[in-house]
């Protein structure tokens, strides 16, 4: 795509015809290069890491291409793993929920208020994630608005608490990554032709059967490439776990984490962040060619 | 050691007032006045953000490599000495400089003890500069890098104020006779709480995990501190030799209370803030900041040792052995135990002081102060207060890998 792209434009400039066989692998180059800086050599690093074994003293390692430490690893946060998948993908459902109607709105129904709704959608990116999670503590913490309220009404009784629990996790983690999910599914939403919904409804078509015939089908490309952008993030997510959380509902993020800083075991933490990556990688697979992607990009 | 960062903004006002009346009283040298002077709304200007921790990290930038010249660099922990008006000076440290002619870089760039250590270790190993002279590390990574030979002996001959050490603190396992290290400031662990939800108080682990608490108390995510209250409640001494099979039982102790459900987050140093907003009522935690959140309460919060004894432990001043200043090192590390200076720097930390006649200095600083069991434990409440006995290789992997599993994190 990019390639032929380019093709159409350097044959639109006629000063630069010597070097046009050249000028994609140039274009190309700030890429490569930053990828394979930042991307594959810590890969490459992170794989020999993965296999070392300790070496008699804290913080210090040798290679020894033990492969069991994937098995130890993985049996010893079993756990986390299987919560970080769960977690990710109720938050993902959630997000689609709740994010599939805002975007249609905000494509179909918002008229002059499409661009203020738009940069709403957008606005929480101004503050840091790490903040907004905080404040989602602050919010639902013990003496909190919502926790208050909800006691005085006996919704809730004085000893069940919103924080420190799975509940927080989840909300915490659709919450963030909403917009991640809403905008994608506006692109592709607001990019359906009205008149192939009029069509449909020429056609003796309801509502909901545009719906599920015409607008949804059409918009698959958006539900695909939000579900994507939510659930890989989440997955791999520690922040909302350690901030919303308690000392069981810790997510693989947590694992590395405490793997790396407070045990010192880097192959174990190297060797979790390969399964994730793996484990992350598979599904996204099999879910792309479940749902095809022609559309995707 | 902890850092105090968010709390600070609070406790200005009142401690601005206090430290105005101190700076028009009469009694007080002028050299001690021109000090706490110096030191008058240093918190108003941090703001609670670490601004002087970032210029410095930025000047510090600036003559990085060389060895340092003819510098003393030192790093430390942010908010862990008194710094001034403008934010970016340190009354004391400024005071060294003048009196000694000793040039010091000073830099805030300590936050975490493994993560100051990831980087510099290859090049202690490989005996390269560190761009450090002077760092103030925790106990047990103290005791990592006495270990591993990374340490360089002190001048004694520029460190005739060794003797003001606390006789406490004189002989830790990791340098018995304090010949490589001086312990820079105390950290006792014990118990915080809310004195409006637990008018009571909490004087043991019974207390604390009393069933009106449950789901309200935290615990601090450092190892030493909430298995080593653990431990003596279960009546082994943490400075003596203990059993793995002792530990455990701590672990699975504390494995217990998460289960309940009486747990509800083993926190780092932002157990604070839950305190304050009530998520918790109860904590495992440190004396230094349970100090200031109750300055900030109007005295809403209480701190106590442990009835089977709290811990105690020490960031302490070193020279790794690369550096080529050990006995401008050890003049500074004199300088800070003078007692005067000691309680200079004191009246900012508000952790414990390890000097000698610091207190005595301290009554003509502030009064109040010096009367604070925090930051000068009296005889009677340092014995109830224990160092956490030195680790192997082994058994630091292994109980450290013990307490992130009771903590779920693995």
Redesign the interface.
């Known amino acids: 795509m990019a390639f032929l792209h380019v093709q159409k434009t350097t044959n639109r400039l006629k000063g630069l015809k010597n070097n046009r066989s050249l000028i994609p692998y140039l274009l190309l180059a700030p890429g490569l290069i930053w990828l394979s800086i930042f991307f594959i050599f810590p890969i490459l690093q992170l794989g020999a890491t993965s296999t070392k074994t ?1 070496a ?4 210090f390692f040798e290679q020894t291409y033990r492969f069991q430490n994937y098995i130890d690893a993985f049996l ?2 079993k756990e ?1 793993f299987y919560r970080s998948f769960l977690y990710a993908t109720l938050a993902t459902i959630l997000a689609l929920a709740i994010a599939y109607p805002l975007a249609y709105a905000i494509a179909f129904k918002s008229g002059r208020y499409k661009n203020i709704l738009l940069v709403m959608v957008i606005a929480p990116f101004f503050t840091s994630f790490l903040l907004r999670t905080i404040a989602w ?2 919010i639902l ?4 608005p919502v926790v208050s309220a909800l006691r005085a009404v006996s919704i809730i009784g004085d ?1 069940t ?1 919103i ?2 629990t799975p509940f927080a996790v989840v909300t915490g983690l659709t919450y963030n990554f909403l917009p991640f999910m809403t905008l994608p599914l506006y692109a592709s939403l607001e990019r359906i032709d009205p008149r192939t919904m009029e069509a449909a409804g020429d056609l003796y078509a309801n509502g909901l059967t545009t719906f599920r015939k015409v607008t949804l089908p059409l918009s698959m490309p958006g539900v695909v490439a939000g579900t994507l952008l939510t659930f890989i993030p989440a997955a791999g997510d520690y922040i909302n776990a350690a901030i919303l ?6 997510m693989l993020g ?2 590395i ?3 790396y ?5 880097y192959p174990t933490a190297a060797a979790l962040s390969f399964m994730l990556m793996a484990a992350i990688l598979i599904l996204v697979t099999f879910y792309i060619r479940r749902a095809g992607t022609e559309e995707l990009v | 050691m902890t850092n105090n960062s968010s709390n600070t903004n609070n406790s200005s006002n009142s401690k601005k007032s206090k430290l105005n009346k101190l700076a028009a009283d009469n009694s007080i040298p002028s050299e001690i006045k021109n000090l706490i002077s110096k030191s008058l709304s240093r918190r108003t200007v941090l703001a609670g953000v670490g601004g002087a921790g970032a210029a410095l990290a930025l000047a510090s930038c600036s003559s990085g490599s060389g060895g340092g010249g003819g510098q003393l660099r030192w790093a430390n922990w942010p908010e862990y000495l008194d710094l001034a008006d403008d934010g970016i000076s340190f009354p004391t440290l400024t005071a060294f400089i003048e009196q000694t002619g000793i040039d010091v870089k000073y830099s805030e760039v300590i936050n975490d003890n493994d993560e100051f250590n990831a980087p510099v270790q290859p090049k202690l190993q490989a005996n390269k500069d560190i761009g450090y002279d002077i760092v103030t590390l925790t106990d047990w990574m103290t005791a990592r890098w006495a270990r591993l030979g990374y340490l360089q002996d002190l001048d004694e001959a520029a460190l005739p104020n060794k003797v003001n050490i606390l006789d406490s603190l004189l002989n830790p396992t990791f340098d018995p006779g304090r010949k490589k290290t001086m312990t820079y400031q105390g950290i006792m662990g014990g118990f915080g709480w809310n004195k409006e939800k637990i008018p009571g108080g909490i004087k043991t682990v019974d207390q604390l995990f009393a069933p009106a608490n449950k789901g309200k108390v935290e615990v601090v995510s450092e190892m030493r501190d909430t298995i080593g209250i653990i431990l003596q409640y279960q009546g082994v001494d943490i400075a003596k030799p203990f059993t793995e099979d002792q530990f455990m039982n701590a672990i699975d102790f504390m494995t217990g209370k998460i289960s309940d459900g009486f747990i509800r987050q083993v926190k780092g140093n932002d157990y604070v803030q839950d305190l304050f907003n009530g998520d918790a009522v109860a904590v495992i935690g440190w004396s230094g900041d349970i100090f200031q959140l109750a300055l900030e309460n109007d005295g809403k919060f209480d701190f106590a040792i442990p009835e089977s004894g709290g811990t105690i432990s020490g960031d302490n001043f070193m020279i790794p052995m690369t550096s080529s200043k050990a006995t401008e090192a050890s003049t500074l590390m004199n300088y800070y135990y003078d007692p005067v200076v000691a309680a200079t720097a004191a009246a900012y930390i508000n952790y414990v002081t390890p000097v000698k006649g610091a207190q005595e200095a301290m009554e003509s600083i502030d009064p109040e102060l010096a009367k604070s069991e925090f930051i000068f434990p009296s005889a009677s409440t340092l014995s109830r207060l224990k160092i956490f006995r030195d680790l192997t290789v082994a058994e630091e992997t292994s109980f450290q890998t013990a307490f992130q599993e009771a903590s779920g994190n693995i």
């Not at chain 1, 800083?261 to 075991?265: A, E, K, P, S, T």
């Open positions: 300790p008699g003293e804290i913080g010893a946060s986390q503590k602050q913490g013990e003496e909190g000893t608490s924080t420190a959380g308690d000392p069981k509902s810790k947590n694992v984490d405490a793997y800083f407070r045990i010192v075991d």
